[in-house]
Every structure is written in C-alpha cells, then in structure tokens.
C-alpha cells in the first residue's frame, strides 16, 4: 500500500477543505485495513484525528474534531475522504493519511507499523 494524500491549502475560519488519500501502490486494501488520518501542528505532536475500517465502513474521531470532520472511502477508487468542515484555527496542521492492515487500534497505537502518505498542509486564517 503506498498512499498519496492531496487537498490541503488556506481557508478560512468557518470554511471547508477535503482531502483525499487514495492508494496508489500494487499492493491491496484488504477489508481488516483501517485508513486514517493524523496531523501535526507546529511545535506539537503528530495526533489522531479519524479513521475507517476498509470493511465494514466503522468510523473513529477525535473529540476535538466530532461533528466537525466526516471520513468516507470510495472502494472502487481505493481512495479516502476527509471532509472537513466549520474549520478552525487550531486545525491547522500538516495532515498525514495511513493504513494499517490490522485495524484501527493498531492504526493509533502502533503507529510505526502504519504505512504512510505524504503530508498535506491545512492551514486555517481566522
């Protein structure tokens, strides 16, 4: 799995961005995989911010981002939606998408088996 992340730029408090993450090595998104997404802010921790399971579509967020952000997946583009929206300041960050073909749990505690994407630069003007 090789993930490619794209969607980010400016906007403005209040707006709307969406990232895609889309797949684009040989290898297969099996149905245990969990595809999610991390950001980094600057001077701060990488953290969580939401995951889907490839399977049965089972969705995880962070509190600070409930209601705010939705992840969805296109299985016949082998490609991952954040659809962020009502975007705040504090969520500016670069954001990092990543797989993790044992699931979720896996995806956030054992973050250096995941397989990466590159980042993509979220920044939010207020």
């Known amino acids: 799995v090789q993930l490619q992340a794209s969607g980010g730029g400016l906007v403005q408090a209040g707006g709307s961005l969406r990232l895609s993450c889309a797949n684009s090595?040989?290898?297969?998104?099996?149905?245990?995989?969990?595809i999610g997404w991390f950001r980094q802010a600057p001077g701060k921790d990488r953290e969580f911010v939401t995951a889907?399971?490839?399977?049965?579509?089972?969705?995880k967020y962070a509190d600070s981002v409930k209601d705010r952000f939705t992840i969805s997946r296109d299985n016949a583009k082998n490609t991952v939606y954040l659809q962020m929206n009502s975007l705040k300041p504090e969520d500016t960050a670069v954001y990092y998408c990543?797989?993790?073909?044992?699931?979720?749990?896996?995806?956030?505690?054992?973050?250096?088996?995941?397989?990466w994407g590159q980042g993509t630069l979220v920044t939010v003007s207020s």
């Open positions: 990543a797989a993790n073909k044992y699931g979720t749990t896996y995806l956030i505690s054992t973050v250096d088996t995941n397989a």
């Open positions: 090595g040989p290898g297969r998104i099996y149905s245990t995989h969990a």
């Open positions: 889907i399971t490839w399977g049965s579509g089972t969705t």
